[in-house]
């Protein structure tokens, strides 16, 4: 079992930075590739940004590339996304994931265990 637990939303205004973390407990996390994904009001869960155990791999949404930056510390257990430039459509809730090491990074049902979700509002 990995317990994650996110942290880092709020409210920000369009333009403005955040960064989430995401802190696991558990199973060894460094053997995780790990994801973050999010989900607005009405809306299906959507993938943010993944990157391997390794950090070696990294794969964005076209819709966060150049604005989101997904990192970990395996020293730590977190990982994290730097999010700038926020836009209003930003607006979600965001969940970090660890991946079950079979299906797509891009694939909700390819992670195995989730965190609670953290809040992001960016108003404009």
């Known amino acids: 079992q990995v317990q994650l637990v996110e942290s880092g939303g709020g409210l920000v205004q369009a333009g403005g930075s955040l960064r989430l973390s995401c802190a696991a407990s558990?199973?060894?996390?460094?053997?995780?590739?790990m994801g973050w994904f999010r989900q607005a009001p009405g809306k299906e869960r959507e993938f943010v940004a993944a990157?391997?155990?390794?950090?070696?791999?990294?794969f964005y949404a076209d819709s966060v590339k150049g604005r989101f930056t997904i990192s970990r510390d395996n020293a730590k257990n977190t990982v994290y996304l730097q999010m700038d430039s926020l836009k209003p459509e930003d607006t979600a809730v965001y969940y970090c994931?660890?991946?079950?090491?079979?299906?797509?990074?891009?694939?909700?049902?390819?992670?195995?265990?989730w965190g609670q979700g953290t809040q992001v509002t960016v108003s404009s």
């Open positions: 990157m391997s155990w390794s950090g070696f791999s990294l």
């Open positions: 994931a660890a991946h079950s090491g079979s299906g797509g990074w891009d694939d909700a049902g390819s992670f195995r265990y």
């Open positions: 558990g199973r060894t996390f460094s053997i995780y590739d």
